[in-house]
């Protein structure tokens, strides 16, 4: 009504109550738009109440009414409330992997989290593969600014664009297993929350298959002491024929990436494959056979290859009800002596996936809000590895100032690891439990006895593990990746797939007490050994 003013509307609301313009454009503005034509409405004239109090709905509709009945006002009604979106719920507690091992089989993830740079922080992991889905909700806080490593001028291609799983749900189901935001109070978490996240296409537009290619692209974008997934399996040809899925590394180029990333200081986990092969098999003519076992007929000498330096992952069972018992290798696991170490290989929880746990009921079309409880195989057994790996990194780099050698790396996850269950003829390796890992590597970081017993973590003389005689010339070992050259010098120890220094792991005792050989080395590299500490951290 003309000539009524908001103080004469607002004397005849109830306490608590104001009015403010319900349009926020200036007056004079509102004023001129509405006078464009003769026939348009005056905006000035319409109000919002705002309560300064909250009231119950009811108290609204009462005050809607009244309002209402006021000589001079045309209308008063109360908007339509749209309900909040749909949040998706906390799903975090069918992640077993992510806890302590005596619990609930798990790598004891989270303890490591409360070490600095135990969440992975200073690491980049690159996933080599494809089909990520880098808009996530639970993973945008990593990938929001990332791109997509290829060669200049080529572009990524999703070999399965027409599968809404294959298109965005693999890469989605890795990344989220490594580095799904921990503190967003939705979804899952990942392993490594506080490290880098880097994706490298191994099928490109121009390139078609690029695998190796993608390693070292990954290798120069990168830095010593990060981590390289090779999540894809590859056809093992062994005597000239296919006899299953195997590693990545079956591929001739692969293979010598996978050398030069490691070489240049990167740790590069594989996937062992899904073709359940053996691969110590005769047929194989030692490609991976680490106990020199039996070669096939028609093997050739030059098929036998050195240890490439990558940790191997099988797929064990997870343990969780209705799934594959713990650490059992499950059926379709490529073993054998070459493969290190095992991941959960059924009912991995993580993000992506054919939203069978969980998808937006606002939108369940919208795969940036999928979840699964069913991500399988060696390619969800391979990132909880490759966390592993990274959150130790990530501790040696905040407490040492520099990464771990990668064999250094894949030999306390060994070392430390859960046992296999079941036939451990079929090896996948050891579970990682980071528990103890970053109790071998504080431990053995002490330079004096008295820092070592004052840690709660560190025991004097009292396990194994920590007993380690590790001269200098140990690095000069961990270069030889075969057998041969590693015992060709007469310095170097082949053990459990590591070259490792004549000294290490000896007693003070016997490290003193060892023999000097033809060419007087060996006393003299051992003797001249500094012992001080318990943990056996030696210098020549």
Same mark, same amino acid.
């Given at each position: 009504?003309?000539?009524?003013?908001?103080?004469?509307?607002?004397?005849?609301?109830?306490?608590? &109550?104001?009015?403010?313009?319900?349009?926020?454009?200036?007056?004079?503005?509102?004023?001129?738009?509405?006078?464009?034509?003769?026939?348009?409405?005056?905006?000035?004239?319409?109000?919002?109440?705002?309560?300064?109090?909250?009231?119950?709905?009811?108290?609204?509709?009462?005050?809607?009414?009244?309002?209402?009945?006021?000589?001079?006002?045309?209308?008063?009604?109360?908007?339509?409330?749209?309900?909040?979106?749909?949040?998706?719920?906390?799903?975090?507690?069918?992640?077993?992997?992510?806890?302590? &091992?005596?619990?609930?089989?798990?790598?004891?993830?989270?303890?490591?989290? !409360?070490?600095?740079?135990?969440?992975?922080?200073?690491?980049?992991?690159?996933?080599?593969?494809?089909?990520?889905?880098?808009?996530?909700?639970?993973?945008?806080?990593?990938?929001?600014?990332?791109?997509?490593?290829?060669?200049?001028?080529?572009?990524?291609?999703? #070999?399965?664009?027409?599968?809404?799983?294959?298109?965005?749900?693999?890469?989605?189901?890795?990344?989220?297993?490594?580095?799904?935001?921990?503190?967003?109070?939705?979804?899952?978490?990942?392993?490594?929350?506080?490290?880098?996240?880097?994706?490298?296409?191994?099928?490109?537009?121009?390139?078609?298959?690029?695998?190796?290619?993608?390693?070292?692209?990954?290798?120069?974008?990168?830095?010593?002491?990060?981590?390289?997934?090779?999540?894809?399996?590859?056809?093992?040809?062994?005597?000239?024929?296919?006899?299953?899925?195997?590693?990545?590394?079956?591929?001739?180029?692969?293979?010598?990436?996978?050398?030069?990333?490691?070489?240049?200081?990167?740790?590069?986990?594989?996937?062992?494959?899904? *073709?359940?092969?053996?691969?110590?098999?005769?047929?194989?003519?030692?490609?991976?056979?680490?106990?020199?076992?039996?070669?096939? #007929?028609?093997?050739?000498?030059?098929?036998?290859?050195?240890?490439?330096?990558?940790?191997?992952?099988?797929?064990? *069972?997870?343990?969780?009800?209705?799934?594959?018992?713990?650490?059992?290798?499950?059926?379709?696991?490529?073993?054998?002596?070459?493969?290190?170490?095992?991941?959960?290989?059924?009912?991995?929880?993580?993000?992506?996936?054919?939203?069978?746990?969980?998808?937006?009921?606002?939108?369940?079309?919208?795969?940036?809000?999928?979840?699964?409880?069913?991500?399988?195989?060696?390619?969800?057994?391979?990132?909880?590895?490759?966390?592993?790996?990274?959150?130790?990194?990530?501790?040696?780099?905040?407490?040492?100032?520099?990464?771990?050698?990668?064999?250094?790396?894949?030999?306390?996850?060994?070392?430390?690891?859960?046992?296999?269950?079941?036939?451990?003829?079929?090896?996948?390796? #050891?579970?990682?439990?980071?528990?103890?890992?970053?109790?071998?590597?504080?431990?053995?970081?002490?330079?004096?006895?008295?820092?070592?017993?004052?840690?709660?973590?560190?025991?004097?003389?009292?396990?194994?593990?920590?007993?380690?005689?590790?001269?200098?010339?140990?690095? !000069?070992?961990?270069?030889?990746?075969?057998?041969?050259?590693?015992?060709?010098? *007469?310095?170097?120890?082949?053990?459990?797939?590591?070259?490792?220094?004549?000294?290490?792991?000896?007693?003070?005792?016997?490290?003193?007490?060892?023999?000097?050989?033809?060419?007087?080395?060996?006393?003299?590299?051992?003797?001249?050994?500094?012992?001080?500490?318990?943990?056996?951290?030696?210098?020549?």
């Amino acid at each position: 009504m003309p000539g009524i003013d908001e103080k004469t509307i607002e004397q005849n609301l109830p306490p608590g &109550q104001k009015i403010e313009p319900l349009f926020t454009l200036p007056k004079d503005v509102l004023e001129k738009l509405s006078s464009a034509k003769s026939d348009l409405p005056d905006l000035t004239r319409w109000f919002k109440i705002i309560n300064i109090a909250p009231k119950p709905s009811s108290d609204m509709f009462i005050l809607s009414n009244n309002i209402q009945a006021l000589s001079f006002v045309e209308e008063a009604y109360i908007p339509d409330l749209q309900p909040p979106p749909a949040l998706t719920p906390d799903l975090r507690k069918g992640q077993t992997y992510l806890d302590p &091992q005596k619990l609930f089989n798990g790598i004891d993830a989270e303890y490591s989290h !409360k070490f600095t740079g135990g969440d992975g922080a200073g690491v980049t992991i690159y996933d080599i593969e494809y089909a990520w889905d880098l808009n996530h909700e639970d993973l945008i806080s990593k990938t929001r600014d990332i791109t997509i490593l290829v060669s200049p001028g080529d572009a990524p291609v999703n #070999p399965w664009p027409d599968d809404p799983y294959l298109a965005v749900g693999h890469g989605t189901g890795v990344l989220g297993e490594l580095v799904a935001d921990n503190k967003n109070e939705i979804g899952v978490s990942g392993i490594s929350p506080g490290a880098d996240i880097g994706v490298a296409a191994e099928y490109t537009r121009n390139r078609g298959t690029d695998r190796a290619n993608a390693i070292m692209l990954a290798v120069n974008d990168g830095k010593p002491g990060d981590v390289i997934l090779l999540e894809m399996q590859s056809g093992v040809f062994c005597e000239g024929g296919e006899i299953g899925l195997g590693p990545a590394e079956d591929k001739l180029d692969v293979y010598d990436a996978t050398r030069v990333a490691v070489g240049n200081g990167r740790v590069v986990v594989a996937a062992a494959g899904n *073709g359940a092969v053996n691969l110590d098999s005769a047929k194989c003519c030692r490609k991976y056979d680490r106990t020199n076992g039996p070669v096939g #007929p028609n093997c050739r000498v030059e098929e036998a290859r050195e240890d490439s330096g990558a940790i191997m992952v099988g797929a064990g *069972g997870s343990g969780r009800n209705g799934c594959f018992s713990a650490r059992e290798r499950i059926w379709s696991s490529s073993f054998g002596s070459r493969v290190d170490l095992q991941g959960f290989g059924s009912c991995v929880r993580t993000t992506g996936g054919g939203w069978d746990l969980h998808r937006d009921p606002d939108g369940p079309e919208n795969i940036s809000k999928w979840y699964t409880d069913f991500f399988s195989g060696t390619s969800s057994a391979s990132p909880i590895v490759a966390g592993a790996a990274a959150n130790l990194q990530g501790i040696a780099m905040a407490k040492f100032g520099k990464p771990l050698n990668p064999l250094e790396v894949r030999r306390i996850l060994v070392e430390t690891g859960t046992k296999q269950t079941g036939d451990s003829a079929e090896n996948i390796g #050891p579970l990682p439990n980071l528990r103890q890992a970053i109790r071998q590597v504080i431990c053995t970081s002490f330079a004096k006895k008295s820092k070592c017993i004052k840690h709660k973590a560190c025991a004097y003389n009292l396990d194994e593990r920590l007993n380690r005689c590790i001269p200098k010339g140990e690095d !000069k070992c961990s270069q030889h990746h075969s057998k041969f050259k590693c015992t060709r010098g *007469g310095f170097c120890n082949y053990r459990g797939g590591v070259c490792v220094h004549k000294c290490s792991g000896l007693s003070k005792k016997d490290c003193k007490n060892m023999k000097t050989d033809k060419k007087g080395i060996q006393k003299k590299i051992c003797s001249n050994m500094k012992y001080d500490n318990p943990c056996w951290k030696c210098n020549s």
